[in-house]
């Protein structure tokens, strides 16, 4: 699968962006051979969605979205398993988006962090109380990477079955 690729305002694909401030972990390990398990739902009281990935040319990005029986997000799981090129600064979030790609709301990381070649980092979006909630309309999540520098986002494929 490939990833789509966006430029600042110039793609109607990304819409507006509401940045919402959110409890998460973030992790790094050591090299590709570390990535966690993005489908992991353990301990969140939701279960397994589904989860896409995409591929670039310096890694892998990818998203598992685990989900309570009310549509309500408890997990959602970005993660980007880099193989090559330079270091980079990168943000991860994840949207509830519509099938015909409206936008209903995106969530950001807590803050800009580097990655190079050889590293797997990752975010944890946990809601313990108060979750971000699917609807008929907006029932699908992707997980987002936005290199700093440069300003383009990285977006995986729709996982629809919320």
Same mark, same amino acid.
């Given at each position: 699968? &490939?990833?789509?690729?966006?430029?600042?305002? /110039?793609?109607?694909?990304?819409?507006?962006?509401?940045?919402?401030? &959110?409890?998460?972990?973030?992790?790094?390990?050591?090299?590709?051979?570390?990535?966690?398990?993005?489908?992991?739902?353990?301990?969140?009281?939701?279960?397994w969605r589904g989860s896409e990935e995409g591929s670039l040319s310096n890694g892998v990005l990818q998203?598992?979205?685990?989900?309570?029986?009310? /549509?309500?997000?408890? /997990?959602?799981?970005?993660?980007?398993?880099?193989?090559?090129?330079?270091?980079?600064?990168?943000?991860?979030?994840?949207?509830?988006? @519509?099938?015909?790609?409206?936008?209903?709301? &995106? %969530?950001?990381?807590?803050?800009?962090?580097?990655? @190079?070649?050889?590293?797997?980092?990752?975010? /944890?979006?946990?809601?313990p109380t108060w979750r971000p909630s699917y609807d008929s309309t907006y029932k699908c999540g992707r997980?987002?990477?936005?290199?700093?520098?440069?300003?383009?986002? %990285?977006?995986?494929?729709?996982?629809?079955?919320?």
């Amino acid at each position: 699968m &490939t990833l789509q690729k966006s430029k600042g305002k /110039r793609v109607a694909r990304l819409a507006a962006i509401t940045a919402t401030l &959110t409890v998460g972990v973030l992790g790094l390990t050591a090299a590709p051979a570390h990535a966690i398990n993005v489908n992991d739902c353990s301990g969140t009281g939701g279960s397994w969605r589904g989860s896409e990935e995409g591929s670039l040319s310096n890694g892998v990005l990818q998203a598992g979205f685990c989900v309570d029986t009310d /549509r309500k997000a408890t /997990r959602t799981t970005v993660q980007y398993i880099k193989s090559g090129g330079g270091t980079v600064t990168l943000r991860f979030g994840w949207q509830i988006i @519509s099938p015909s790609d409206t936008v209903k709301e &995106t %969530y950001w990381d807590e803050g800009a962090f580097t990655q @190079s070649a050889g590293q797997t980092k990752y975010y /944890r979006f946990e809601y313990p109380t108060w979750r971000p909630s699917y609807d008929s309309t907006y029932k699908c999540g992707r997980g987002i990477m936005k290199d700093q520098n440069s300003g383009t986002q %990285y977006v995986t494929k729709l996982v629809c079955n919320m």
